[in-house]
């Protein structure tokens, strides 16, 4: 297994000349420059779209959201299944008409798609029109690549280098955030695991640690800046700083004696991390939600090792079982795959039977996609149809039990951070509780970004009702 390291930060000094330049070269045009950031994928996704916002607005442009208005794209794309690919890549093909009508539109497309040598060569071959690629270990070095094709007005497909996959945590970066009361913090990129399934590894490179002291400087003046949902990032978070002298239990406990009113919550764990000792951490914490994602992916344990997944059911119900014993009130969500390579209807009842045994609150399924590189690729394929039908079986079976998990909460009190006016119903607001669970309720502009006590009313699979009180 390789050795995660505590990373140095980048060059921070060659990144401020660069954007200097691109940010002296926007003022003279004498024009506004409007940038327009396109984000697909996880949240590390977002975490990662907010920086490249942040340089973009530092070096002279000015945000909107429509592409059209734009004079820089970016488009932040994600590689988890197949069908992420193609709808970045169909965005990107409506991009050429913008382009069509303005010769001077600069379009970067970056993030995991792009490290990927077929994807970056199919941008290179039949998307001329793109005038950069990033990968997502060098999204620091936007400054740099954005003067280069201003300057050589050449295009720039490249990747990540091997020193920005192994040597390298950018720190200082400006972030430009979507909320002013809920944040991502990323406090390691990467990933050893090496799932069977999962082109993560490939993509993202091997796990590379933030030093502690900038991840609590970063916390603290979110909470100074009265944000009040903080959520701490990486693609195994709970093995941070493995292989040094502190680890992730640590970290949460000390971010926790920050003083302030606010959640503090983590994504995304890998069940062979989940320890007692993190378990305790949250059950004694002052801030920590009583919230935890524990991707299961499938609940037989010949699928689970053909995935790679390195545990058992016997070990991921321990940790289920500790964590209701010092939490009763603790939501516990995961994912699963459903028609793994391989997955015979014994195997998938199994994985229904783990959801009845463990009774999750929400869950997010997925039907297999295979992922070009990977090892359960080159697998024997479960046909489609097999697939679908599981599939709507597991989600008949994760409503039932999701309904039945919110039920008990009609008549209770519920602490929720409003998010304001509902996507759906103009008439009403919404928000999330410490668990995570979304809730509609009556509101007013006055609530939004801030905590609200609701009393529960009704309860649907995956959402509850309810009334503002006092």
Same mark, same amino acid.
């Given at each position: 297994?390789?050795?995660?390291?505590?990373?140095?930060?980048?060059?921070?000094?060659?990144?401020?000349?660069?954007?200097?330049?691109?940010?002296?070269w926007?003022?003279?045009?004498?024009?506004?420059?409007?940038?327009?950031?396109?984000?697909?994928?996880?949240?590390?996704?977002?975490a990662?779209?907010?920086?490249?916002?942040?340089?973009?607005?530092?070096?002279g442009?000015?945000?909107?959201?429509?592409?059209?208005?734009?004079?820089?794209?970016?488009?932040?794309?994600?590689?988890?299944?197949e069908?992420?690919?193609?709808?970045?890549?169909?965005?990107?093909?409506?991009?050429?008409?913008i382009?069509?009508?303005?010769?001077?539109?600069?379009?970067?497309?970056?993030?995991?798609?792009?490290?990927?040598?077929?994807?970056?060569?199919?941008?290179?071959?039949?998307?001329?029109?793109?005038?950069?690629?990033?990968?997502t270990?060098s999204l620091?070095?936007l400054?740099?690549?954005?003067?280069?094709?201003?300057?050589?007005?050449?295009?720039?497909?490249?990747?990540?280098?091997?020193?920005?996959?192994?040597?390298?945590?950018?720190?200082g970066?400006?972030?430009?955030?979507?909320?002013?009361y809920?944040?991502?913090?990323?406090?390691?990129?990467?990933?050893?695991?090496?799932?069977?399934?999962?082109?993560?590894?490939?993509?993202?490179?091997?796990?590379?640690?933030?030093?502690?002291?900038?991840?609590?400087?970063?916390?603290k003046?979110?909470v100074?800046?009265?944000?009040?949902?903080?959520?701490?990032?990486?693609?195994?978070?709970?093995?941070?700083?493995?292989?040094?002298?502190?680890?992730?239990?640590?970290?949460?406990?000390?971010?926790?004696?920050?003083?302030?009113?606010?959640?503090?919550?983590?994504?995304?764990?890998?069940?062979?991390?989940?320890?007692?000792?993190?378990?305790?951490?949250? @059950?004694?914490?002052?801030? %920590? +939600?009583?919230?935890?994602?524990? !991707? *299961?992916?499938?609940?037989?344990?010949? =699928? #689970?090792?053909?995935?790679?997944?390195?545990?058992?059911?016997?070990?991921?119900?321990?940790?289920?079982?500790?964590?209701?014993?010092?939490?009763?009130?603790?939501?516990?969500?995961?994912?699963?795959?459903?028609?793994?390579?391989?997955?015979?209807?014994?195997?998938?009842?199994?994985?229904?039977?783990?959801?009845?045994?463990?009774?999750?609150?929400?869950?997010?399924?997925?039907?297999y996609?295979p992922?070009?590189?990977?090892?359960a690729?080159?697998?024997?394929?479960?046909?489609?149809?097999?697939?679908?039908?599981?599939f709507?079986?597991?989600? @008949?079976?994760?409503?039932? %039990? +999701?309904?039945?998990?919110?039920? !008990? *909460?009609?008549?209770?009190?519920?602490? =929720? #951070?409003?998010?304001?006016?509902?996507?759906?119903?103009?008439?009403?607001?919404?928000?999330?509780?410490?668990?995570?669970?979304?809730?509609?309720?009556?509101?007013?502009?006055?609530?939004?970004?801030?905590?609200?006590n609701?009393?529960?009313?009704?309860?649907?699979?995956?959402?509850?009702?309810?009334?503002?009180?006092?």
């Open positions: 297994m390789a050795k995660q390291l505590i990373m140095p930060p980048d060059n921070l000094q060659e990144r401020i000349v660069y954007m200097e330049r691109v940010r002296q926007n003022f003279a045009s004498h024009m506004k420059r409007k940038v327009y950031v396109q984000t697909f994928g996880c949240q590390q996704n977002e990662d779209s907010e920086k490249y916002l942040g340089m973009a607005v530092d070096m442009y000015e945000q909107t959201d429509i592409p059209d208005d734009a004079d820089l794209i970016i488009v932040n794309t994600c590689a988890i299944r069908h992420a690919e193609k709808k970045a890549l169909s965005i990107i093909g409506q991009y050429k008409h382009k069509a009508k303005n010769k001077d539109l600069m379009i970067g497309v970056c993030g995991c798609m792009v490290a990927q040598e077929h994807r970056r060569e199919e941008l290179k071959m039949k998307y001329p029109y793109v005038t950069f690629t990033l990968g270990a620091h070095h400054p740099r690549v954005l003067w280069e094709a201003i300057e050589t007005k050449k295009r720039l497909i490249t990747t990540d280098s091997s020193e920005d996959f192994t040597t390298t945590v950018a720190e970066m400006p972030v430009h955030r979507g909320s002013d809920r944040a991502w913090v990323s406090i390691m990129y990467g990933c050893n695991n090496f799932c069977s399934y999962c082109i993560v590894p490939y993509v993202r490179g091997r796990e590379r640690s933030r030093n502690k002291e900038d991840i609590i400087s970063e916390v003046t979110l100074a800046e009265g944000y009040k949902d903080i959520t701490l990032l990486g693609q195994n978070v709970n093995s941070y700083g493995k292989g040094t002298n502190t680890d992730f239990a640590d970290l949460l406990a000390e971010l926790d004696t920050i003083e302030g009113d606010y959640w503090l919550r983590f994504m995304t764990s890998h069940p062979k991390d989940a320890s007692h000792k993190l378990i305790d951490v949250m @059950a004694n914490g002052k801030h %920590i +939600a009583h919230q935890f994602h524990l !991707p *299961l992916q499938s609940g037989n344990d010949v =699928v #689970l090792k053909a995935m790679n997944r390195h545990y058992d059911m016997e070990r991921y119900m321990d940790s289920v079982l500790y964590m209701r014993e010092k939490m009763p009130d603790v939501t516990i969500t995961s994912d699963i795959i459903v028609g793994f390579p391989g997955e015979t209807e014994e195997q998938f009842e199994d994985t229904l039977k783990a959801l009845s045994c463990v009774r999750f609150d929400m869950l997010y399924s997925f039907i996609s992922r070009k590189g990977t090892p690729a080159e697998k024997e394929q479960v046909p489609d149809t097999v697939k679908g039908n599981r709507d079986r597991l989600l @008949a079976t994760q409503n039932e %039990i +999701a309904l039945s998990q919110n039920s !008990p *909460l009609v008549g209770k009190k519920l602490r =929720v #951070l409003c998010d304001g006016v509902s996507k759906g119903d103009s008439q009403v607001y919404s928000g999330r509780t410490e668990g995570n669970k979304i809730v509609f309720f009556d509101g007013n502009p006055a609530m939004v970004g801030q905590f609200v609701v009393k529960i009313n009704k309860a649907e699979a995956f959402a509850l009702w309810g009334k503002v009180i006092k």
